[in-house]
Structures are given as C-alpha cells and as structure tokens.
C-alpha cells in the first residue's frame, strides 16, 4: 500500500478553526484554562491553536505550557531504542486550573496516561481534557477518549499515521503509510 | 538515538566527548524537575540501587540518595564502619551477597584505587564510581564541569586552575581528564610536594604561584587539604599553607577580573579559602551542589536505560 493523503492543508485549516471554536464553547475566554502540548510533536499543534485564538479569535493572555512525558512513560528500558527527552516548560500553576491536553495522535492512549502523571507534579487541576487532531479509533491500550478531535480514523495496526506541519515540512497534511 | 557508549561509570578516562554532552543534556531536563512542585519522576521504580560506601561521605551519598529516590528507585545503603567488612569479608563477596538481593545497580566508594574497575569484572550489576581511592571521582568532575558550563556558557576554551592537593585528590584527576575532552586549559597550583611528578604527562602546567594562577585563570577550584590521606608531612604546618595557597578576598579584589571560585566540599573556612570568598557571589559552592543531584540522576537515568530484563 503507497502512502494516502488523510487530510490536506485546506482540510487541517478549517479542522483549527472548527477546534479552536469548540475550545472557546468550553472555555469562554480562557481565564481559568491552560493549553498544555505533550511534547515532542504535540507542541506544534498546540502552538498552532495558540496562534488562532490570540489573533483570530482575540483571546488575551492565553496560558500555554509544553509537558514533556519522556521520564513518565511505561516503557522505559522496554524499548529497542533510547527514547530522547524533550524539554518541559509550563511557566505558571496549575493548581485549580482547567487543563487542555494537546496531542497530534492518539492512538494506545499511553502518552495521555503518562502525561497524567506528570502533570500532577504541577499541582491538582480542577480537570484535565483531550484534544487531538487524529484519533485511531479501535487501538486503545487504555480507557481514554479524547474529548475534541479532529478527525477519526480506522487505521489498522501495521499502517502509521504522520502527521506533518508547515514549521517543519514545508506544509500541513496528514498521511497514513504502511509501517 | 542517544545512549552511552559504556555499560559502568568507572571514571572519565573511559567516557567520550559525546557521552560527556549526552550527560549534560539529561542533566538540564533533571535539573527542572528537581525545581518542580513535586520533584520526583517515576522512571526507575523498578530497578533497585545499592550504595556502598567503603569510606566516610556525606555529600556524596545524600547527593546520590536523592538524585535515586527523585527517579523513584529502590536504595540500600551501607556503610563500611557497621558491617561485616571489618570482620574480614572481601569485597567480592560483600558485593555479591549484596547482589543477590537483587540489585541492579552499584554505587561504590572505596578506599582502593581501581576498586570500581575490579568489581565490573567479577560481578553482575552496572557500576558507578563515586570515588576510588586518589583515582577518579567522576561524578564530581562531571558537576564540576556542568556548573562552569551554566555558569560561563561553555567549558571549551576556557582557563581553570586546580589549587591545593594535586596528589592526593582524585577530584583533580578526574576534572583535568573531564576539562581537557571538552577543550578547557588546566593549570594546577600547590606546594610542590603535593604535586603528582608526572602531571605534565597529562598535559596540565605547574604554577606555584597563588597569585599568578588567579591572574592566569576564569575560573579557580580550591581543594581541600586532606590530611587524613597524608601519611608524612608534605608541608611545614597549615599556617603556612594557609600563608602560600590560601585565597582570600583582598587576593581576588586585586585581579581586575572577576574569577568564579568552586570547591567540591568539604571547606576547610580559613585554610584553603576565606569564609568571605566561600560566601562571595563569584563563588559557585553551592550551584554545584544542587547540580551534582541533577547530574548524578542523569548519570544513573542513563545507565539504567541500557538494563534489558
């Protein structure tokens, strides 16, 4: 199987905005709500939401943080390959504050799970969310839904989906390919 | 992907260039953990570590006690003066009745030179030195080095100098191995006879010169005199010492520059530095204490990655 296109630029353009819309339903303006992406790749998602909402939206002082899960995760020294650390940067409390977890792929939900954990080493939130551009349907490890996504899939276990961003490939798409 | 090219710590005469920046980079992600609300991650909550401390320490064990517990691994501890040691037990056997307790990873002092390099042949468990005798004391050498790079920006390049007990220090062996791979210049300064015949072997230089030194350097590490290795007098008496060797404040407002001072503890106030320069802002002492957790945990983080069940 070659690789398919899942979602083009246009697509995952108005994806943010209908995203960004139903987080400002939740949300209002943002004053007791946190945008936390799940490093590596969620980050850029995140940032990219940020973006929509302080200029098209006119959201003040969005808090945006990045969480970095690597010492959390479940497979630590299960793996074949040494997993990289990215850095965390979460420049304010979370203590009583709503949490929005951002990611671009949730397929096990084992990231969620670790980032669970670690966000408690920031403090208790008053309650925590999911949003996902991609969510791979039937290949849950764990029992976490994501509560905004994009769009869902049905990818089967020995294809990927990659997701590329414009700061790092040129341009916005989304493909699935086989492994 | 990054791992390290040894399975033990031994020393750093057996590490590269890019272990040393892979140490590092783990150690700045560390570093904002143990600044955390809650500074504990739970990577290795299944791997258990023993201490084992041949010879006295304090900040050395609490330093790696933390650094182990913030990973959420298992720690025992033990101590050379309340165990089986001094009933004649040999070092082997003590580590392997240790092991059989499960244990994955070793921390060891000891009074020997080499004890770390022998115990990594004859048993199973990943090593990490944390001194061998006047040998290597990696770890130090490794926050040594990580203060002067958040300190300065960058060890390459710059001029440190290593002042007091060169012979029997294994602090300094293991710094002027760690500053020279990443491209420091090392001058060493003390009294003669505290000072290893062969170092300009390694490339170091020789100033007796206190003032000189200071002048020469960014940055100065003072050493302690450590009298309990000293088995003959190796200098008149520690007035004299203090006299010749000892860095005080009116020294350090002479330069014209601005040097940063470290000492990997404990501090003699008064003998190899004035209290007012251990507690002047140039001085790093205690920077390098809080970094030696964040290091030593990225030390056993990535030794322990490298364990396959």
């Known amino acids: 199987m070659r690789k398919k296109v899942l979602l083009n630029t246009s697509e995952i353009d108005i994806i943010l905005h209908r995203l960004a819309c139903q987080l400002i339903e939740n949300h209002n303006n943002f004053s007791n709500t946190v945008l936390i992406g799940l490093q590596p790749r969620g980050s850029?998602?995140?940032?990219?939401?940020?973006?929509?909402?302080?200029?098209?939206?006119?959201?003040?002082?969005?808090?945006?943080?990045?969480?970095?899960?690597?010492?959390?995760?479940?497979?630590?020294?299960?793996?074949?390959?040494?997993?990289?650390?990215?850095?965390?940067?979460?420049?304010?409390?979370?203590?009583?504050?709503?949490?929005?977890?951002?990611?671009?792929?949730?397929?096990?939900?084992?990231?969620?799970?670790?980032?669970?954990?670690?966000?408690?080493?920031?403090?208790?939130?008053?309650?925590?969310?999911?949003?996902?551009?991609?969510?791979?349907?039937?290949?849950?490890?764990?029992?976490?839904?994501?509560?905004?996504?994009?769009?869902?899939?049905?990818?089967?276990?020995?294809?990927?989906?990659?997701?590329?961003?414009?700061?790092?490939?040129?341009?916005?798409?989304?493909?699935?390919e086989p492994k | 992907m990054k791992q390290l090219s040894v399975p033990h710590l031994l020393g750093i005469k057996y590490l590269k260039k890019s272990d040393i920046e892979l140490i590092f980079e783990t150690s700045d992600h560390f570093k904002e953990v143990i600044n955390r609300p809650i500074k504990k991650v739970p990577s290795l909550r299944d791997i258990t570590i023993a201490n084992l401390f041949f010879e006295n320490?304090?900040?050395t064990k609490l330093s790696f006690e933390l650094a182990e517990k913030r990973l959420s691994a298992d720690v025992i501890n033990f101590s050379a003066s309340q165990s089986s040691v001094k009933k004649g037990e040999t070092l082997i056997d003590t580590v392997n009745n240790i092991l059989s307790m499960k244990v994955d990873i070793v921390v060891m002092r000891h009074s020997s030179v080499g004890a770390g390099v022998f115990l990594s042949k004859h048993v199973n468990a990943r090593i990490i030195n944390a001194g061998d005798g006047t040998h290597e004391h990696p770890t130090q050498a490794l926050l040594d080095c990580y203060s002067i790079k958040e300190k300065l920006g960058s060890v390459k390049g710059k001029k440190i100098v290593i002042v007091g007990d060169i012979l029997h220090s294994r602090v300094a062996l293991s710094n002027i191995f760690a500053l020279q791979l990443q491209g420091a210049?090392?001058?060493?300064?003390?009294?003669?006879?505290?000072?290893?015949?062969?170092?300009?072997?390694?490339?170091?230089?020789?100033?007796?010169?206190?003032?000189?030194a200071l002048e020469w350097c960014d940055v100065a590490n003072v050493l302690r005199v450590q009298h309990e290795r000293m088995d003959i007098k190796y200098f008149p008496s520690t007035r004299e010492y203090t006299q010749l060797f000892g860095i005080n404040k009116e020294i350090l407002d002479n330069l014209g520059k601005k040097i940063v001072i470290m000492h990997p503890g404990p501090i003699n106030r008064g003998v190899e530095i004035t209290s007012d320069v251990a507690d002047a802002d140039q001085s790093i002492i205690l920077n390098q204490v809080e970094n030696g957790v964040a290091v030593r945990m990225a030390v056993i983080y990535l030794l322990a990655q490298q364990i396959k069940r």
């Open chain 1, 44 to 176: 850029y998602l995140a940032k990219r939401l940020s973006e929509l909402l302080t200029s098209t939206y006119k959201i003040k002082d969005l808090k945006l943080g990045f969480l970095d899960i690597t010492f959390y995760r479940d497979d630590f020294r299960r793996r074949e390959e040494p997993i990289e650390a990215s850095s965390t940067d979460i420049q304010f409390l979370i203590e009583n504050k709503k949490v929005v977890f951002i990611d671009d792929v949730l397929y096990s939900g084992r990231s969620v799970r670790a980032a669970l954990t670690a966000i408690q080493s920031y403090g208790r939130p008053e309650s925590i969310e999911l949003l996902v551009l991609i969510d791979r349907r039937f290949s849950r490890h764990l029992p976490i839904q994501p509560d905004y996504k994009g769009r869902q899939v049905d990818a089967i276990n020995n294809e990927r989906v990659v997701v590329n961003w414009k700061e790092t490939h040129k341009k916005d798409a989304v493909y699935i």
């Open chain 2, 57 to 59: 320490s304090t900040r």
């Open chain 2, 185 to 212: 210049q090392i001058k060493v300064c003390g009294p003669t006879t505290l000072i290893p015949k062969y170092i300009s072997s390694l490339g170091v230089k020789v100033e007796t010169n206190i003032k000189k």
